[in-house]
């Protein structure tokens, strides 16, 4: 089998089992194992790879809702590019409403790409269909060109809490990186744990229309995922080891700010989105450069210097009297 079609093959059994693979753990293993037997299938045609698939997890002694919910895996195979396609455009709409609305939306058009790759991308031990999607915001080959949104599959992870992931990856990729003011880099904490967070929180308001098929799995996953790339443990290697402690430093700073504006607006009924939801995605707009965005982040962190921990408070006190909302002095606090 070649990676391009196992991840199809996986994809359409992922989303066949979405209502199962929670009520059914004890099964986990057992597809598990076969996902991660793909590449040993001598069969190069999906659907009989896909038959072949079906057969060995018929004979492997699933529970009996399992055995029901095989049955219609042949059918979402052709649907496989169509429900990427529709979460993808739902992902869009929202994302593209949302700047629009609280702040601005600079991009002409964004794409979406799909590919596949045979080995883990995460050196993370997963749990059982886990970690066997990822997504990146590839550099535009030239300046005024589409963005582009790129999900990568690793068929031998691809179960259903990885599926489930896509509405997440999506969401992060399109809030986070697609419409950022400053250039993409992984050092980046603001780009990469401040808005994440916000990323996540959007996704989980957005999750029915995403992921309409299973919401709650769609939020469970996103939310495993979110930690996983958080998680740092001794013998992790680079660039995670690195990478992970910056998307901590953001992540933590976004949760300070998050704490401190429910505290300025608590005589306040809770608004939706959230405050911190709508400072974000005005801050990714006016912040152009990397070393100001890791400089806002030390900044925000730094609990030792409380002259400017009172100034961002003053800033935060301002930016939500204020009806214009910009960011801006938020963003370069003293
Ligand atoms: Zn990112």
């Not at 709409?93 to 080995?119: E, F, H, I, M, P």
């Not at 059982?128 to 005024?144: I, K, Q, S, T, Y």
């Not at 982040?297 to 210097?305: F, L, P, Y």
Request: proline share 6%; net charge neutral.
């Amino acid at each position: 089998m070649y990676p391009v079609d196992a991840w199809r093959v996986h994809a359409a059994l992922a989303h066949q089992l979405l209502d199962t693979w929670p009520v059914c753990p004890k099964d986990h293993q057992i597809v598990q194992s076969e996902l991660e037997d793909w590449s040993l299938r001598a069969e190069n045609n999906a659907d009989k790879y896909l038959r072949l698939l079906i057969g060995r997890l018929r004979s492997a002694g699933v529970q009996q809702r399992v055995l029901d919910a095989l049955d219609g895996v042949q059918d979402q195979l052709e649907h496989v590019d169509e429900y990427l396609r529709s979460m993808f455009e739902a992902a869009l709409g929202l994302t593209r409403d949302c700047y629009q609305r609280w702040a601005d939306w600079s991009v002409a058009g964004v794409d979406l790409k799909l590919g596949a790759v045979t080995n883990p991308v995460y050196p993370d031990l997963a749990g059982f269909g886990e970690l066997g999607v990822v997504a990146c915001v590839p550099p535009r080959e030239e300046p005024g060109a589409p963005a582009i949104v790129k999900l990568t599959f690793i068929p031998g992870l691809l179960g259903p809490p990885s599926w489930a992931s896509v509405p997440y990856l999506l969401c992060h990729e399109l809030i986070c990186h697609v419409n950022q003011a400053g250039p993409m880099s992984s050092e980046d904490p603001f780009g990469e744990g401040w808005m994440d967070l916000v990323a996540l929180q959007l996704h989980n308001h957005w999750a029915g229309k995403i992921f309409p098929w299973a919401p709650a799995l769609a939020r469970s996953a996103g939310a495993r995922l979110s930690d996983d790339v958080l998680r740092r443990w001794r013998g992790l290697p680079e660039p995670h080891m690195t990478t992970r402690a910056v998307r901590s430093r953001g992540r933590e700073a976004a949760r300070w700010v998050e704490d401190e504006l429910k505290q300025l607006t608590r005589t306040n009924r809770r608004s939706v989105p959230s405050e911190l939801i709508r400072l974000s995605l005005q801050l990714n707009r006016a912040s152009p450069t990397l070393a100001g965005r890791i400089e806002f982040i030390s900044k925000v962190n730094d609990r030792s210097n409380l002259r400017r921990q009172a100034g961002l408070l003053v800033q935060l006190r301002r930016w939500l009297e204020d009806t214009e909302k910009a960011a801006d002095k938020v963003l370069s606090f003293t």
